[in-house]
């Protein structure tokens, strides 16, 4: 699937171990794993920074071979999980900061653009979530709250 905003067909990942299996030199286990999700969620990190943390502290190389679920699954089902997606909420925030950026420089008329791609795809995203009842059918991204 292409971009939205750019020409690029982005089709470069990464590529998982096509064997499932937990590692023979993984020594911990799923509830010890399950344990340092949690903590690390009271602490206040998103799902994807969980998973950099355990692959680059805890060498745990996929928390889903070891557990049998996602970190953000783990996490839903102890009710840790924050209200709107983490994709989303990285958009929000950048807005906030093209928004701001704007109040000090009126002229620039790039960012004025660049905000209105990133307000679109805002849109686009809130959109599908609610199709998937991730977000509440009344949900509204509103610029003025957004900050």
Do not use: C, F
């Amino acid at each position: 699937m292409g971009r939205m905003h750019t020409p690029g067909k982005g089709i470069s990942q990464s590529a998982l171990p096509y064997k499932r299996s937990v590692p023979t030199w993984q020594k911990l286990t799923s509830e010890e794993i399950k344990e340092t999700i949690y903590k690390l969620s009271k602490k206040g990190l998103t799902p994807s920074q969980i998973g950099v943390i355990l692959r680059d502290s805890h060498g745990v190389a996929q928390v889903k071979a070891i557990t049998g679920t996602k970190i953000l699954r783990i996490l839903k089902a102890k009710g840790l999980s924050s209200k709107i997606p983490e994709d989303l909420y990285h958009l929000i925030k950048k807005a906030v900061a093209i928004r701001k950026h704007l109040e000090k420089n009126r002229q620039d008329k790039d960012s004025k653009y660049r905000l209105i791609l990133v307000e679109s795809r805002i849109h686009k995203l809130a959109r599908y979530y609610k199709t998937k009842s991730v977000l509440p059918p009344n949900w509204k991204y509103e610029s003025a709250t957004a900050s």
